[in-house]
T-cell receptor
């Protein structure tokens, strides 16, 4: 299995631009998570989906952030407009079922820099 | 604040020694998981212990869970330089939501 796939691996953009991060979970996994990691705030859960439905989005920082999961094999995290404080590493993870009640498998992350 | 908090924040030991990291949390959990993160990389799952379990082993890893004290410990025995990484605990609720601690940075000197 290829594991969780994220793209792009690195993204540099200017403030105000739209950013879209992509994730392909492990085939057969029903839960998908988006995390953000910064030195100041550590690893934060932004949102998680179960069977393509958003279950908990309480970690989404503000309306500039949105996430979708149109099917079982693809999810996007969009930031519009982006700001310098959004600079972070964004991780996607998936698990077999029931959210985090099972092992989460993480992707390599997308390092986002907003200038 | 984070549900899981690791202690110590940083740990430096010599190769061959044992390393112990602790995690405390605040609310009821379904399970607690430990992850390793090498610098600049993603997180790798190490071990999952459920709320009805008290101890679990995997190779050189030993995890304990005390739900009465809301705490867990990760012991790495006979450490190696390759064990140098950050270690995170993550608690999961029955609703499936997970919360990560701030991590312990382990340095194993050859």
């Amino acid at each position: 299995d290829a594991g969780v796939i994220q793209s792009p691996r690195h993204e540099v953009t200017e403030m105000g631009q739209e950013v879209t991060l992509r994730c392909k979970p492990i085939s057969g996994h029903n839960s998908l998570f988006w995390y953000r990691q910064t030195m100041m705030r550590g690893l934060e859960l932004l949102i998680y989906f179960n069977n393509n439905v958003p279950i908990d989005d309480s970690g989404m920082p503000e309306d500039r952030f949105s996430a979708k999961m149109p099917n079982a094999s693809f999810s996007t995290l969009k930031i519009q407009p982006s700001e310098p404080r959004d600079s972070a590493v964004y991780f996607c993870a998936s698990s077999t079922s029931g959210g985090a009640t099972d092992t989460q498998y993480f992707g390599p992350g997308t390092r986002l820099t907003v200038l | 604040s984070q549900q899981g908090e690791e202690d110590p924040q940083a740990l430096s030991i010599q190769e061959g020694e044992n390393a112990t990291m602790n995690c405390s949390y605040k609310t009821s959990i379904n399970n607690l998981q430990w992850y390793r993160q090498n610098s600049g990389r993603g997180l790798v799952h190490l071990i999952l212990i459920r709320s009805n379990e008290r101890e679990k082993h995997s190779g050189r890893l030993r995890v304990t869970l005390d739900t009465s004290k809301k705490s867990s410990s990760l012991l790495i025995t006979a450490s190696r330089a390759a064990d140098t990484a950050s270690y995170f605990c993550a608690t999961a609720t029955n609703a499936g939501k997970s919360t990560f601690g701030d991590g312990t940075t382990l340095t194993v000197k050859p």
